[in-house]
């Protein structure tokens, strides 16, 4: 074995926990050794799940797992629009007390394409050739 490279041994905690309702245990593997009791890394781990299933809500409805470049701006910038959306449409779905989210997606898609078509219209005075035209005139 190489001088340079020594084994550690390293050490950790198993937390025995229960989910209330149930009564099952459930089991956490932590390496945080002290400062913290067992509620605490348990709580830890409950949070940590939320963010998973935050992760899990922005992969399947909002397509975050399908990046349009491989620049690091790029991906931010597609990060922050789908986490801006994802903001919108869980506000969209408590304020209209929709159940899932794939309703309040598309019902929050429609209603946004109605007012942008009814504004349009206003701002074309009823004629929505004119906006095009002005659109494809614009640098």
Known sequence: MNAERKKTDP??????????????PIYFLTNILKD?????IAAIYKQRWQIEVFFKFLKQQLNLNHFI????NAIRINIYMT?????LIIAYKKLNNIKGYKMAKLQMANELETVLISQIVILCGGNPALFFKNES???
């Open 11 to 24: 050490f950790f905690r198993l937390i025995k926990a229960e989910i209330i309702d149930t009564g099952e």
């Open 36 to 40: 913290l009791d067992a509620y605490h």
């Open 69 to 72: 470049s491989r620049n690091m």
């Open 83 to 87: 986490l801006i959306t994802a903001i």
């Open 137 to 139: 005139a614009s640098p």
